[in-house]
């Protein structure tokens, strides 16, 4: 696909100035030009075109806000101050897999003053002698050099950190706040239930204990009525015994 043709799919029915990140990766510029970008997105900070053949930055648009500018994997070899001219905010650029040779190519940087990571890996002057020493030195504003420091410390991920940053400052406070509600409320329907439970086995205890004390009386009458009968019986019985002595008389 074209580049022309794919920065006009990536737009999405918005308009550049409303683009902040553009990637066109592994599309085609015709002559090795930039084609389809404009001054018109004048908020990018972020575009990548990797591997679409370019083999010349003159038709870079001015982009006073981008930052990071991906360029690997092309035919680029030279005009380099071109960057500083048309991206003066750049903090990371990525030439890696591009035709660069010379020392003097890369010194067109110097301009760029924010300019804190810079990656020529798979480029030929890699292979000069003391490479990582002298692009040190030739551009002292830079930190990272095909991904480390000077100390050979490698950089860290910028974007995982910022993630992990934003994470932990929306996830820190806001739950440290609801655990703190939880246990309360927690706490205090323990408590009400803890109470409520408690009363409810006080108050199954006396109802067992009236039962009991039913059941004891009603096995008390059934004594004192089966007491009763018996007497009763006994002087029937007597009384029987009288009456039979006195018809013999």
Do not use: H, W
């Amino acid at each position: 696909m074209e580049m022309k043709k794919r920065i006009s799919l990536e737009l999405r029915n918005r308009t550049p100035a409303e683009v902040a990140e553009l990637v066109v990766d592994n599309c085609r510029s015709s002559d090795g030009e930039i084609e389809g970008l404009t001054d018109e997105f004048k908020e990018l900070e972020f575009l990548s075109m990797v591997n679409v053949g370019l083999t010349s930055l003159a038709m870079l648009p001015s982009l006073p806000k981008l930052r990071k500018l991906e360029l690997s994997d092309n035919n680029i070899s030279g005009s380099l101050e071109i960057l500083a001219e048309k991206c003066p905010n750049l903090t990371y650029l990525n030439l890696s897999g591009n035709k660069i040779k010379e020392l003097s190519t890369v010194e067109a940087l110097q301009n760029l003053k924010n300019l804190k990571s810079l990656d020529l890996f798979n480029c030929e002057i890699t292979t000069l002698e003391e490479y990582r020493e002298s692009i040190f030195e030739l551009l002292p504003q830079i930190t990272y050099l095909d991904g480390f420091d000077a100390e050979d410390n490698e950089a860290p991920d910028s974007e995982a950190d910022d993630d992990d940053d934003e994470d932990g400052e929306e996830e820190a406070g806001p739950v440290g706040e609801y655990d703190d509600e939880d246990d309360d409320e927690e706490g205090s329907e323990g408590g009400e239930v803890g109470l409520s439970y408690l009363m409810k086995d006080e108050i199954q205890d006396e109802e067992d204990d009236d039962d009991y004390v039913e059941e004891e009386e009603e096995e008390e009458g059934e004594e004192e009525e089966a007491e009763v009968r018996g007497e009763k019986r006994k002087r029937d019985a007597e009384d029987e015994g009288d009456d039979d002595d006195e018809d013999d008389d």
